[in-house]
């Protein structure tokens, strides 16, 4: 029987690194590599495992057998057991067979496995990251194309639901099947970015990815990890960047993940109030701990580095900001100043995006962050914590509840709007329409409308318009560009046949066009994050819930007017002042009949008069459609 023969990947300084929490690409020393050693092939096993009593790498190879394979721990006191395996080769499938320090023999996944077996089982298999890549165009010209002065229209996808074959409803699709459907669709709608909803291995399909146990491993629902490389260099081949949703906040408890994994706490916290996530009853990491920091920032690097991943968009940053998220004051710990800062978390984000914008060009990383935590997109030199951008939940929250009133009672709610301006330049902010707003009970966004089903549908068109006029960068889940019906079903397919129905086509063209618009016009993206990008012309009509405003590029001739009418009232002749004497053009209206608008647009080119309005020295009339969105450029 093959012998477990003493190897080892790491020298002196990467257990330095390790322990001191900066080793940030542990996976090429951590989990099962097939190399040659002394002209013989096989595997190098290591875990950390520093208060297990025995360690044995178990799988088919040796047919499970308990007790033949031996891992040796290291005697430098870093808790990590090693060690080569000849003749095991890739396809093999594996476990840690775990004697803890509680005395139990537990059987446990490999923290750094690349590739697991299809869930419900829960072996890992040996395997490479081979892949012949065909992005290097992109990746050249990422750092100009992903920049934050660039347009960035997000599609949020989840792999299981997007889409399944109509002859097999039960099967989620393959990475290769995906990619042959998404990409297209995605070039043609006209967004820039996908972001996958989590696609490590997960074993709850109900979690939706989010309670993670695989944290290197492409999700074997779809696939290989080869497979999910095709997918994204097919994006990257049309342009189109791949943002990752990943989980740095929490995990199960399943038996063969993280949780309790040497019989000790090792990646949790061991205190409760701050290792256990009471709202997901899941675990928390020990973000105080070095080696758990240096695993999670590793693992963020392993996506950059091995997937070619454009973006990370941190799940749940506000749960890890703070001890008493989701707890009662006298339930929550404190920080050793009395506060209720989690001070390791801090530091690891702080850390995490050094090492990620330190790394790499072209890359970003973006907070879910629902807090007032201030600086989370400040840099970490000026007291920030070091993000690319942040979710802007405010604004989300603040505009479908205005939307949700019926128009007639929207002047008495008119500045929920307008407060928004107020603090949109504080961070770099992302407009989230997420997956999050179309699930539990809180309806479709089409069904968040009031009115007929005409108005449902023009108030969607507007809330879409203005999305796309307002600063900051943009995220629509996917499903609302087309107006799906029923909330989000993770088990099923979208109801794409409702594209037989002209509103729901019309509401299809509509982001279609406002994607093109976005991309062609400088004025919307330049300063997506600035002051000198927006200008109120009108703020204060409640009467006719009218708001205009200013879109600025870096060039004058870009100037665009945005004129919001939230009330379905056709309002003809309506004056209002114009920042440069010009003659304007119609270029957006979202009352197209194409559109599934009743067709009020202004056809001609409309002069500038020399009329005072709006505290400015010209002015134009405007026909204004109902419930609509009007937008004028200049005439060339």
């Known amino acids: 029987m093959r012998k477990v023969l003493a190897h080892s990947l790491f020298t002196e300084f990467d257990i330095s690194l390790f322990v001191s929490g900066k080793h940030f690409r542990l996976y090429e020393k951590f989990g099962a590599h097939l190399i040659v050693v002394n002209e013989v092939a096989g595997v190098y096993f290591s875990v950390w495992a520093p208060n297990a009593q025995k360690l044995h790498v178990i799988g088919d190879f040796n047919e499970w057998n308990r007790t033949s394979h031996p891992l040796n721990l290291r005697l430098d006191s870093s808790g990590i057991w090693e060690g ?6 890739k396809g093999d499938m594996y476990k840690f067979l775990v004697k803890g320090f509680d005395g139990l023999e537990v059987e446990k996944g490999d923290p750094y496995a690349k590739r697991w077996e299809h869930p419900p089982k829960t072996a890992c298999i040996v395997w490479d990251n081979d892949y012949k890549w065909k992005d290097k165009a992109w990746l050249n010209k990422r750092p100009k194309l992903n920049a934050l002065d660039k347009p960035m229209s997000v599609y949020e996808v989840h792999l299981g639901s997007w889409q399944r074959d109509p002859s097999e409803p039960d099967r989620v699709l393959t990475y290769v099947e995906i990619a042959n459907s998404l990409v297209p669709y995605v070039l043609d709608m006209g967004f820039t970015h996908v972001e996958l909803m989590p696609i490590m291995e997960y074993p709850y399909f109900p979690s939706w990815g989010y309670q993670i146990t695989g944290y290197f491993a492409a999700s ?3 696939g290989t990890p080869q497979e999910l490389m095709y997918l994204i260099n097919e994006l990257h081949k049309n342009n189109i960047a791949v943002i990752l949703d990943w989980v740095p906040s929490h995990f199960p408890g399943d038996a063969h993940g993280l949780y309790h994994f040497d019989g000790t706490h090792l990646y949790e916290h061991s205190d409760m109030r701050k290792g256990f996530h009471p709202d997901w009853k899941s675990y ?11 695993f999670l920032i590793s693992n963020a690097l392993y996506w950059l580095d091995h997937f070619h991943i454009d973006g990370l968009r941190v799940d749940a940053v506000a749960s890890m900001l703070y001890f008493n998220f989701s707890r009662k004051a006298e339930e929550a710990a404190t920080n050793e100043f009395g506060g209720s800062e989690n001070l390791g978390a801090i530091q690891f984000l702080k850390d995490l995006n050094i090492a990620v914008y330190g790394n790499y060009d072209g890359v970003h990383t973006i907070a ?4 007032t935590y201030p600086g989370v997109t400040h840099p970490v030199h000026d007291g920030g914590l070091g993000f690319g951008m942040k979710w802007m939940m405010g604004w989300m929250n603040d505009t479908l509840k205005y ?3 019926d128009p007639i009672n929207r002047r008495y709610h008119h500045y929920q709007l ?3 301006i107020t603090y949109a330049f504080t961070e770099n902010f992302m407009l989230p329409f997420s997956h999050d707003e179309v699930v539990h009970g809180k309806s479709s966004m089409i069904y968040k409308m009031p009115g007929d089903e005409w108005q449902k549908f023009a108030n969607l068109r507007v809330l879409y318009a203005y999305m796309f006029t307002h600063p900051g960068t943009k995220l629509l889940f996917m499903g609302n560009e087309f107006a799906q019906t029923h909330e989000w079903d993770f088990k099923n397919s979208l109801d794409w046949h409702l594209l037989e129905h002209a509103p729901h086509l019309g509401m299809q063209k509509t982001v279609r066009a406002i994607n ?10 330049e300063h997506s994050f600035s002051y000198e990008g927006f200008e109120w012309i009108s703020a204060d009509d409640g009467r006719h819930s009218i708001y205009v405003y200013i879109r600025k590029g870096k060039k004058a001739k870009d100037t665009l007017i945005v004129i919001l009418n939230l009330t379905p009232v056709y309002r003809e002749k309506y004056r209002i002042g114009i920042p440069f004497k010009a003659k304007w053009k119609e270029i957006f209206n979202t009352d197209a009949k194409e ?3 009743s067709g009020k647009l202004n056809n001609k080119l409309i002069s500038a008069e020399k009329v005072g309005c709006h505290e400015r020295e010209y002015s134009i009339l405007l026909n204004i459609p109902p419930l609509g969105v009007t937008i004028l450029k200049q005439e060339k």
Do not use: C, M, Q, W
């Not at 080569?84 to 080769?89: D, H, N």
């Not at 879910?368 to 807090?371: A, C, D, T, Y």
């Not at 093109?516 to 993206?525: C, G, H, M, N």
């Open 84 to 89: 080569f395996i000849p003749g095991v080769s």
């Open 516 to 525: 093109k618009l976005y991309i062609s016009e400088p004025a919307l993206y």
């Open 220 to 222: 074997s629902r779809h």
């Open 403 to 405: 939307f949700k009133n």
């Open 418 to 420: 307008t407060f928004s």
């Open 595 to 597: 559109f599934f608008g």
């Open 368 to 371: 879910e962050e629902s807090s």
């Open 284 to 294: 928390i990491f020990n973000y105080d701990r070095n080696e758990v920091r240096s």
